[in-house]
């Protein structure tokens, strides 16, 4: 879960923000996004991989999360 933190600081995000709150992972679980703290955000997550949000594009310094071609193109340069 550790790691979740460490690339949400990177692109100066909540770990809520890597939340894919369309996906079918996360859907299924029938949770209401807005009672989840942090740490139980981070929890989930972790164990369903797939309610991350895509893609996730990092230099080891900066994150983007998400389909944002100028962000991504910037990281890139």
Known sequence: MEELFQLAQRGN???????NKKSK???DLKID?????????ARILSEK?????RPLLTDG?????GF???EMENLLS
Do not use: H, R, V, Y
């Open 13 to 19: 995000l909540k770990i809520g923000d890597l939340l």
């Open 25 to 27: 992972a996360f859907k």
């Open 33 to 41: 996004p807005d009672s989840l703290s942090e740490e139980e955000t």
């Open 49 to 53: 991989p797939k309610a991350i949000i």
């Open 61 to 65: 310094n900066k994150l983007t999360a």
């Open 68 to 70: 944002k071609p100028d």
